[in-house]
């Protein structure tokens, strides 16, 4: 049986199928949906990997959905397909396990649109079409929220009115749940221990960023909140912020809701500090003398390093660090910044094994890049949230995985 996993956005779709071993054997997106020229890629994985180009108007989803699933057939691919996976942004307090899709379930996504009005309507038109198009296919919705659907009261309610939780559901949710479960299980199979034993703090850096405190294998605590803007600094996204900074820009200096909306989510964060969000180029600009381009690294790195003193406190100790996500995995230079001078937690690094590790070469995608001696062992994992959710979605049906 194959699985489809989708990940729809507001114009875009992008989507992999495994086999049930988990054997990538398709991925691709169709892009710029509703626009008046639109692009699939379309790509094969059989030992190589082959990949086709479509320029072409997709009208909307419908016909993005009907795209990728031509393109599959033409591989010879799809005639086994037996569920489709569903990666669903915001599950609030309502979701947190993988739940099989039917009318009901569908009302209680949409219930969630207020935490989440940018992504979960779109995740909702992906699943209205697969399931329009697929009924005879179980649909299974996979939520970045659910890991974290073990955090304490502690750890979830911020001190604001208890009201505003009750009936606002004003509390942090946090995000990034699969890629965070899924190289805590690597960590674990690397380290060779079982998850429940283990302290670990995964920092996932990609455009998005968020750090997690785990503990046996629960989520007790994470930096993204009601939304993805709280906590590190991001590519667009500020991260931490006095609140009071919003009524600032809105009592003196005029800007309305909508302003400080695009302020805080798209031109904050590395774009913000330096006038880009690429840390390859960012760091480039650094190691060339670029003030600003240091200054923003320099916040980047430090503001992690200040999430690592925390949750080594939440979690009363500390077996390992995991770096994962695009600068996670291929950035040394953030890597090192990041744990330099912090043998007070028990992390050192290998300096040169943190400057050659290439995570996409290495079995199980899992480099280690401590010093061998170091009390907490610091790995580089490659995350793959998309085997995440065909594995959970395999699982939520009771298969294999
Ligand atoms: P997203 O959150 O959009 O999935 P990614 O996880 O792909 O983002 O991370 C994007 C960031 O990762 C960018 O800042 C980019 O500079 C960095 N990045 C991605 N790939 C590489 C690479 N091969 N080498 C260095 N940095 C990379």
Redesign the pocket.
Known sequence: MQVLVLNSGSSSIKYRLFDDSLTLLASGLVERIGEPSGRAVHRRHDGETTEAIEEAVFADHAAGFHSLIAALEQGGLGEDLGAIGHRVVHGGEEFVAPSLIDDEVVARIRAQVPLAPLHNPANLTGIEVAAGLRPELPQVAVFDTAFHGTLPPRAYRYALPTELYREHGVRRYGFHGTSHAFVARRTAAHLDRPLDELDLITLH????ASATAISGGRSIDTSMGLTPLEGLVM?TRCGDLDPAVLLHLHRQAGYDLDQIDAILNRSSG?LGLCGE?????IDRRARDGDADAELALEVYTYRIRKYLGAYTAALGGLDAVVFT???G???PGVRARVCDDLEVLGIRLDAAANAAADVGAAPGGVVAIHAPDARVAVLVVATDEEREIAEQTLQALGGAG
């Open positions: 850096l990609g455009n998005g590519g590395l969000n690429d840390l390859r180029a996500a695009g600068v995995e291929n950035q």
